[in-house]
């Protein structure tokens, strides 16, 4: 069945320091992987996405790393700051059928000030 | 004003009982879904809805029951209650890019 997991389930980062977020995932049909934040008492919120058929896309301090050979994406967020501790989800959207969002099991980001 | 509105934020309530969460969203979105999050932060998706039609109905007991009286519209029953049920349940919309979704605060509901 699909599968959408992460590695680390907590990462502290000192701030200003550079986050990497990493996620497997199992679903090689899937066509938009994609990074939302969560925020404590909050729903979750998205970030940046990334169709199945690029390796790289840039946003505002955050750069979605896909690497389909080995099933493996990544968050990089530059200059953490204390704003972005959050639980972080990588997700996979299906590309048939009703195009459903499957959600990974989430890493918690600490920024130590 | 607050794109996607779940109301109550807070449910405490006995096993047993019928309670109901509500969702309304100003997006002007098609389609609607509910999430169920546990204690570990798991996020499950439960129902979709698309333009009032059931469209994705996950393994969910009969005791859930959703319903969609418009677009702007999810609703969510469950009756007979029980301690499994506690957990935190967002409501969430998207446009015609299914990916980017858009979610309520969150109903935290205890089953004592």
């Known amino acids: 069945g699909e599968s959408v997991g992460l590695h680390l389930p907590t990462l502290s980062v000192q701030e200003g320091d550079n986050s990497i977020i990493n996620c497997a995932y199992s679903n090689s049909a899937s066509d938009y992987f994609i990074w939302y934040k969560q925020e404590s008492g909050k729903g979750p919120q998205f970030i940046i996405d990334i169709r199945s058929n690029m390796d790289k896309r840039q946003g505002q301090r955050v750069t979605v790393l896909l690497n389909k050979t080995v099933k493996h994406l990544s968050l990089q967020i530059a200059a953490t700051q204390p704003g972005d501790s959050a639980v972080y989800f990588c997700a996979e959207k299906n590309s048939g059928g009703y195009q459903k969002v499957t959600f990974g099991t989430g890493t918690k980001l600490q920024v130590i000030p | 004003d607050t794109a996607v509105s779940q109301t109550p934020k807070y449910l405490v309530t006995q096993m047993g009982n019928d309670k109901s969460i509500k969702c309304e969203q100003n997006l002007g979105h098609d389609t609607m879904y509910w999430y169920k999050q546990d204690s570990k932060k798991f996020l499950k998706i439960m129902f979709s809805y698309n333009n009032k039609e059931l469209i994705i109905n996950e393994t969910v007991p009969n005791r859930f029951s959703p319903k969609s009286p418009d677009k702007a519209h999810l609703n969510l029953h469950i009756n007979s209650l029980e301690l499994g049920d506690s957990a935190v349940y967002f409501c969430?919309?998207?446009?015609?890019?299914?990916?980017?979704?858009?979610f309520g605060a969150g109903t935290r509901l205890s089953v004592l």
């Open positions: 969430a919309t998207s446009g015609r890019a299914k990916n980017i979704q858009y």
